[in-house]
């Protein structure tokens, strides 16, 4: 089995996000693999593991996604790949991101492509669907379960409240949703061993990508963090009056009587 | 002079504490309350290779140094000391003595399943009338062709229950006193080698110390660990490496009170606002957080001079002591800050209280370190001064 891992570097969950200049601020902040991206991975590992093959981690990003790569090595990934975009483009977005994807799997021959359902940081899903199209393999979104036979694939895969049982085939590329396993901590000795495995860097020359072939598509027109919300309020006073009050103030003030 | 810690280092402690503070801390109050270490998550403890730590890569474990050995034992303090104390003893001296002196044989033979966790680890030397005073063991071998014949009995062994490999000091030669003392390593399944009683403790619930006794065990001659006679000398040695691990760990667990007290004066309001601002609670926390900080200095600085190949007797001896008096400090006033609460079980602070006390007595009591550490304030002297000073 021929494995492909998508992997994003992404806030971290518990960082405090600080809104300036319409950007979203970096410094200081912690970074992680995003966490269905360590679903991802982990399936990828264990399906290598019952079924052999090997497991390559890819993702596009600057010199710091190394970081998250090598912690995907750590786990058990056995290559990784950094495409480097830092030098040639501004900004990605999820047109450009498949694309680029796209121009490194075309000629990898991969059985599986694994993603994240979604970043934690966009959160629009889209790059997973988005490359399985440009490659013309099947894809299956928020998967829960995955088994393979031969080629054969059953999958179990969330859809809001419920799940749909599914059968494809390989080449597949699936997003992994929250409860398909449980992710492994890198342990030590998979720590030093990653330092040894192979780390690949790419630009975008190497892959014969014009600049202007990933222009992106999405404009970002403003940048803002949720509203405050209000204490609430109290209503004080006999029950009929407060009802009466209720009343008043879904009409007057919420307006939606 | 760099302070960092190298960015591997960093990846491997952040890891760790990832998983302490994630998947065992949650467990702890538990770990306590049952005085058990739940299965999956001693499986998790030994995925995650904690178990190899003081095993070199060759033999399947993580090959650290000793400062990158503190900085993952602080992250390991930093929940149930029970928990720490399993995987610190078998990771200290339960492996050590093998690492440093076994022969190639003995590595191969034992090393890997130490470094996985499948073959767990314990160091025997306390017996009820050799506790300080080590050298008055009364356990003997005795060779008999290509076999030793141990009797006798220890107490107080860490691990004991759920070890496979000890590490026995007994007496080959009783008239050579300390220097008739020989390290055996001892296999559970050995005849005559059997496991009593596990003792209900204050603290360190999840960690069991049982005796055990010797009736007519039969250990071959390879089991020998290092040379004949050296049994005693191997001991220290073992022990006295391990001192900056144990004071990595009680730093852990101070770091841990700390971070709680912070968060509890803060959120903590009486006479209508937190008690942080009372000037005492600052107080408290000021001197906390300075103990804590010479108390890290201190550990990795040790740590680094172990790592030089220097000798570290008074040091490490120093370490032990400082970490222990530090995190008792530390939890008597973590217990203060939490009022009526640090009291009670549904919080941790208590356990910690109750943990932290053994510190000042296992691994030699803070009476021991202070003899160690005259002793060689006076070897220093005795070396410097000149004839005429000294009576
Ligand atoms: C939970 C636990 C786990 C343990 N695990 C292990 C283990 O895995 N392996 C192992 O071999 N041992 C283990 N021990 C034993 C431990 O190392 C001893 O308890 C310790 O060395 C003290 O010995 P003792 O209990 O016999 O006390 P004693 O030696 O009887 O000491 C009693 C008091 O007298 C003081 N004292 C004694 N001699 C002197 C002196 N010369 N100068 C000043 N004061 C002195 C001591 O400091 C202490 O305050 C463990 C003990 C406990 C409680
Ligand atoms: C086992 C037990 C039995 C008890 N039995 C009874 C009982 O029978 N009846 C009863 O009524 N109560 C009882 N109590 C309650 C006990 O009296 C309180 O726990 C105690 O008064 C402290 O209050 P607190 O726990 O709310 O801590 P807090 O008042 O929240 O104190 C937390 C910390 O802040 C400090 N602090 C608070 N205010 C100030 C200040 N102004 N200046 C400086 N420092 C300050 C405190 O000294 C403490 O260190 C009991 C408590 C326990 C643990």
Redesign the pocket.
Known sequence: MNIFVLVKRTFDTEEKIVVSGGKIQEDGAEFIINPYDEYAIEEAIQKRDALGGKVTVVTIGGEDAEKQLRTALAMGADEAVLINTEDDLDELDQYSSAYILSEYLKDKEADLILAGNVAIDGGSGQVGPRLADLLGINYVTTVTSLEIDGTNVKIVRDIEGDSEVLETSLPLLVTAQQGLNEPRYPSLPGIMKAKKKPLEELELDDLDIDEDDVEVKVETVEIYLPPQKAAGRVLEGDLSAQVKELVNLLHSEAKVI | MDFRLSPDLMEMKNSIRDFIDNVVDPLAGQIDQDDHIPEHIMKLTKDIGLFGLSIPEEYGGTGIDMVGKCSIYEEIGRTSNGYT?VIG?HTG??TVGIVDMGTEEQKRRYLPGMASGDIIG?????????????VALKTTAVRKGDKYILNGS???????SIADLFTV?AVTDSSKGAKGITSFLVDKSAPGFIIGKT?E?M??RG?H?SEIFFEDCEVPIENVLGVEGLGYVN?LTILANGRAGLAARNLGSSQKLFELSVKYAHEREQFGKPIFEQQIIQHYLAEMAMDIETLRSFTYRVAWMVDQGMNVIKEAAMAKLLGSEIYNRIADKAVQIHGGLGYMKDFPIERYYRDAR?T?????????Q??IIAAQIHKEYMKTASPAHIK
């Open positions: 104390t003893a001296i339960g314990a160091f025997a030397l306390t017996e009820p009338s050799a506790g300080s005073n080590a220890k107490h107080y062994i860490t691990n004991a000091m003792e403790k603290g360190l960690s110390s001991a053994i000042k007595i296992y691994e030699g009591t803070s009476e021991i202070k003899n």
